[in-house]
């Protein structure tokens, strides 16, 4: 099948737009991915080096509460901290609309999709309502630099986060046989370990062995989190000794250190099981949710030749014939449905920047949920489904339905005429059907509502 800059714009980046034209090339597509992350500077998200408020601000202001108990100043302590409280939400409202815009006005999709694959190849949840707002300036820190680079080098990043750490527990990890073990009734925890090998690089059912787990659980010791610090080493923790993973010495230095987990994750990530996990969840996610074999495995030999970096397999699979068949075997999930909307819309910048509370929650937030997808909060550390099973629900369906005959005379104050926007939301060659529906709606609102509502419009 040829390149086609409709099929590139939906299926693999966030959707068509009446301002910005879609990729020509696969060679354009992995340009704009090479080049500056211009879309980021535009609308910042800060690290979780820099957020505010941090787990520390929070913990600062419950300290001074404690402290100010019974005294004149209880009061003015309690009001601070849940003034905290309240900025970590006003935090986490800006960064969804940051996402939204950077959706809506990317002019490198594909970027936007990776970082948001990727994410959730990694997910890590929020263990507490007040730390909810973390898990964007986690994935700008963890995961969004490196989506064009080395594997390894992002398994490294992610594993040192503390949001990883806290998410499976890992700060309560230490090595049976550690200096800090020694009064310390805490000990090891497999948490990370088990699903770093089954989730995040060999797959189920790989090469490893329990034993494997609990060797790396052991290399692991010693990756610690505090909010006072973020992601440490502390070699108190670590198990003494070297650990064999997948048939690897690892560690077994005079004094443990984070260059020997290193060395153990990239060890990991080069392995022929975690090549061909990884181009599995690529072609599932993005084109078909039964691969080609053959896609595959030519994924994976790119990823090994290239010792890991996943540009060249990004490049086998967009240069695939798959990649550019017209059916559209895969469902939008409930973000990405909502951003090509906006995006399809021409809804901008400052809408979206300048919308109250009220309105994200209402239009964004709210219906997310009743479509199956509460933001950033999947309900286990494997991410969000991919199977369609999960999102075409009658819930989740009523749920779009409604979104889209209902929402979008509450972004834009005009809608566009129908009659052209089924050719922009769709391309040039939109399904008769829904041609007819859009040029035959009674009102502009049901027409535009009727081709976001689309099956053509709905899958990619």
Do not use: C
């Not at 009659?419 to 609102?445: I, M």
């Amino acid at each position: 099948m040829p390149f086609d800059p409709t099929i590139a714009a939906i299926r693999f980046g966030m959707g068509l737009s009446p301002t910005i034209a879609p990729p020509v090339s696969v060679a354009d597509m992995l340009a704009r991915l090479a080049g500056p992350d211009t879309i980021a500077a535009e609308f910042p998200i800060p690290t979780y080096k820099d957020v505010y408020p941090s787990p520390l601000d929070y913990l600062d202001a419950t300290r001074a509460l404690n402290a100010a108990r019974g005294t004149d100043d209880e009061a003015a302590a309690d009001e601070q901290r849940r003034q905290v409280g309240q900025d970590g939400g006003e935090a986490m409202l800006s960064f969804v609309k940051a996402d939204l815009n950077r959706a809506a006005h990317t002019e490198d999709g594909f970027r936007e999709r990776l970082v948001r694959f990727w994410a959730d190849h990694f997910t890590a949840r929020s263990t507490k309502g007040i730390n909810r707002h973390l898990v964007s300036p986690y994935i700008e820190e963890a995961i969004r630099p490196f989506v064009m680079g080395d594997f390894a080098e992002m398994l490294i990043a992610v594993v040192s986060s503390p949001m990883m750490i806290w998410s499976l527990d890992q700060h309560q990890s230490m090595g049976p046989n550690s200096r800090a073990a020694r009064n310390n009734v805490k000990g090891l925890n497999e948490n990370l370990a088990r699903e770093l090998l089954e989730l995040h690089t060999l797959g189920v059912g790989s090469a490893y062995q329990q034993t494997d787990v609990r060797e790396l659980a052991e290399l692991l010791t010693g990756v610690y989190a505090n909010v006072q610090e973020g992601g440490v080493f502390r070699p108190a923790r670590a198990e003494p000794g070297a650990e064999r993973v997948l048939g690897v010495e690892y560690g077994g230095g005079e004094v443990a250190s984070i260059e020997e987990v290193n060395a153990g994750l990239r060890g990991i990530a080069i392995h022929p099981d975690t090549a061909r996990h990884l181009a599995r969840k690529l072609v599932v996610h993005f084109i078909t949710p039964t691969p080609d074999g053959g896609l595959v495995d030519a994924m994976a030999a790119r990823y090994l030749e290239d010792n890991g970096a996943l540009m060249g397999m990004y490049g086998v699979m967009l240069e695939h014939e798959t990649a550019w068949a017209p059916d559209a075997l895969k469902v939008k999930q409930p973000f990405d449905f909502i951003a090509s909307s906006i995006r399809a819309l021409g809804v901008s910048r400052d809408e979206i920047m300048n919308a109250e509370k009220g309105v994200i929650r209402r239009s964004i937030q709210r219906p997310m949920t009743v479509m199956g997808q509460t933001w950033q909060r999947p309900v286990g550390p494997d991410g969000w489904p991919e199977e369609e099973e999960n999102w075409i629900t009658p819930q989740g369906m009523a749920g779009r339905i409604t979104w889209s005959m209902q929402m979008p005379r509450t972004l834009l104050d005009r809608l566009p005429d129908p009659r052209d926007f089924v050719f922009t939301a769709l391309g040039p060659k939109p399904p008769e059907a829904v041609l007819f529906a859009a040029n035959a709606a009674e009102t502009v609102s049901d027409g535009v509502g009727l081709v976001l509502a689309s099956a053509a419009f709905q899958r990619r």
